[in-house]
């Protein structure tokens, strides 16, 4: 149980365009889901939270105009990457909560690794 | 600012050897999980601890929860070169989002 998915697993893609990442929570609901990025031997910093029916919750520093979230269903959340840039090149982590339980646990998606050229 | 401190950052040890990475802080957390993570995929939730002073152990792995609930520490027992990855300690503190440590790069050589 708890699996999480995310599609696609990886995207090249040229400067200027967007490209649109999908997470899925396959055999539970998820309520909130949360992206991460990554980069090359660092941790995982939270970019934004992502509630079901609402506007997600960006975290400082991160372009709500930019990387636009939508959680339209509770087991669906997707970041777009809107006129993506080299700089943006990243590996891209969603994770989702289930909407019940008291042990905070989050389920990882495998990732997307994204390459702007 | 980093809520979480883990170190050390980087540990290359041989197979068979044990090893301890800690994860420290000044925040009470009502939880802490610690996730194993292998390059280019995502995390894997290990373990979840919650009580103060609580112990749990999966196989080769030991996981303790400090007693003020503000750090954790996890021992590996015979290091394996599977066990090699990017361990991360990461902790809820009072809301749904997680606070992640920096994480500790584990290689075990044969």
């Known amino acids: 149980g708890a699996v999480v998915s995310q599609h696609p697993s990886w995207v090249i893609c040229k400067s200027g365009t967007s490209v649109k990442i999908e997470c899925r929570s396959l055999?539970?609901?998820?309520?909130?889901m949360f992206w991460y990025r990554q980069f090359p031997k660092q941790s995982l910093m939270l970019m934004a939270t992502s509630n079901e029916g609402s506007k997600a919750t960006y975290e400082q520093g991160v372009e709500k105009d930019k990387f636009l979230i939508n959680h339209a269903s509770l087991t669906l959340s997707t970041l777009t990457v809107t006129s993506a840039h080299p700089e943006d090149s990243s590996f891209y982590i969603c994770s989702a909560r289930p909407g019940q339980g008291a042990r905070d646990e989050q389920f990882f998606g495998p990732g997307t690794r994204l390459t702007v050229l | 600012t980093q809520l979480l401190e883990q170190s050390p950052q980087f540990l290359s040890i041989q197979e068979g050897e044990n090893l301890t990475v800690y994860c420290n802080s000044s925040?009470?957390?009502?939880?802490l999980q610690w996730y194993r993570q292998e390059p280019g995929e995502g995390p894997v939730l290990l373990v979840t601890?919650?009580?103060?002073?609580e112990v749990k152990k999966l196989k080769r792995l030991t996981f303790q929860f400090g007693d003020a609930r503000k750090d954790s520490s996890l021992h590996i027992t015979a290091a394996q070169p599977g066990d090699t990855g990017l361990y991360l300690c990461a902790g809820n503190d009072s809301g749904y989002a997680l606070n992640f440590g920096k994480g500790t790069s584990l290689l075990v050589t044969p």
């Open positions: 925040s009470v957390f009502s939880s």
């Open positions: 055999d539970f609901q998820a309520t909130t």
């Open positions: 601890v919650v009580t103060g002073g």
